[in-house]
């Protein structure tokens, strides 16, 4: 199995997020090292390659060193996890065409094979990214563990919710597991795989690409007991998840959100066809018939912070969608800079947070 593990991964460097072009070739071959092995002409005769892309392959397969990326991968923490493989997760070998194995930064435990996902747009409103990450955090609290893909918006909200409730979360890669995409995620994707996993069937060094992002997708669903829409257009990523979610024998849910919003019309539409709509954590737990995985595991209660009677007032007048500041003072009838000193001092306690054009609400 060692050795065949090898090939399996040479595989994938050569023909990287092409699943069923590698398991096809295997088939046809009898086994990774056995389709390795294949001269130019068995690979344009039997593998089905033409002519020309054979001999490309070839000579990309040349020079490959197979010992040398296996040795790197140990130098850089990586683990490549088959399909054969016990760690390989229960639930992705029942998709139609998971990958022959995965790169990983961090450790999959058998615990994530109760795992939710949590996706949406990558310009969401405060609004959803304050559902995100509550939801997340409800989640985490519950023994599931969030699965999401690490991009800018929703899925980031959602990982790091988990993470401040000391739950699990796998972030699924359109890329390398040694490439940080988006930049700004450099201090998340750590915290990931300190804690979690961060995964990919992308080779290390591969930079994200357009057409990466849809076949990664299916990783992320087929993870997960059910996937989870939160704000999304009416054409876009999240739906392309919860559609394979759907062909995957998956649930499919999703966040309410109002018409006047573009990013509801992809959950509103889900929700018209059928998808349980979600208003609270509890809402996941009983659709997948969870109450607690791990009741014993237990989570401090968030201590909240002591308050001023000023601040106590602008705190009861905010919520998840945000105000300005002047509303504020109109609703709470206190003057300006005492407005602007229990903002200040909110932010600092972690109960508010700021948005462009100075608005504020709540984070929780």
């Known amino acids: 199995m060692v050795e065949e593990k090898v090939y399996w991964m040479g595989w994938q460097y050569l023909l990287p997020g092409s699943a069923s072009r590698i398991w096809n070739l295997v088939e046809r071959f009898g086994s990774p090292r056995a389709a390795w092995m294949a001269s130019e002409q068995a690979l344009s005769s039997r593998g089905g390659f033409e002519p020309r892309a054979a001999a490309n392959l070839v000579r990309r397969r040349a020079g490959l060193d197979l010992a040398g990326e296996m040795a790197r991968l140990a130098e850089w923490q990586i683990s490549y996890i088959t399909f054969e493989e016990e760690d390989y997760p229960r639930a992705l070998r029942t998709i139609f065409d998971p990958p022959p194995g995965l790169f990983v930064r961090g450790h999959l435990r058998p615990g994530d094979d109760h795992a ?60 390398g597991v040694d490439v940080v995409y988006p930049r700004e995620n450099a201090r998340l994707m750590e915290d990931i795989s300190m804690t979690g996993a961060v995964i ?118 905010l919520s998840l969608e945000p105000k300005g500041v002047d509303v504020i003072i109109e609703g709470t009838g206190l003057c300006a800079q005492e407005v602007l000193a229990a903002l200040m001092f909110l932010e600092v306690k972690g109960l508010v947070r700021q948005f462009p054009g100075r608005l504020y609400a709540r984070r929780h």
């Open 116 to 175: 939710v996902a949590l996706v949406g747009s990558r310009r969401p409103t405060p609004y959803g990214l304050a559902v995100a990450e509550k939801m997340a955090r409800g989640l985490a609290k519950a023994g599931v563990t969030v699965v999401s893909g690490m991009a800018r918006g929703i899925d980031s909200a959602a990982h790091r919710g988990a993470l401040e409730a000391g739950g699990r979360t796998l972030a699924v890669l359109g890329c």
């Open 200 to 317: 990919s069937e992308f080779p290390p060094g591969s930079f994200p690409e357009p057409w990466h992002f849809p076949v990664r997708n299916r990783i992320i669903s087929g993870l997960c007991r059910a996937t989870i829409v939160v704000e999304a257009a009416e054409r876009s990523g999240a739906l392309i998840t919860a559609d394979l979610a759907l062909e995957q024998g998956r649930e499919v849910m999703a966040v309410p959100g109002p018409v006047t919003n573009p990013l509801s019309r992809g959950p509103n539409r889900l929700i018209k066809q059928g998808a349980r709509l979600v208003e609270d954590v509890s809402d996941i737990l009983e659709e997948l018939g969870i109450t607690c995985l791990f009741p014993e595991q237990s989570f401090a209660a968030p201590v909240t912070p002591r308050l001023t009677g000023g601040e106590e007032a602008v705190y009861r007048e």
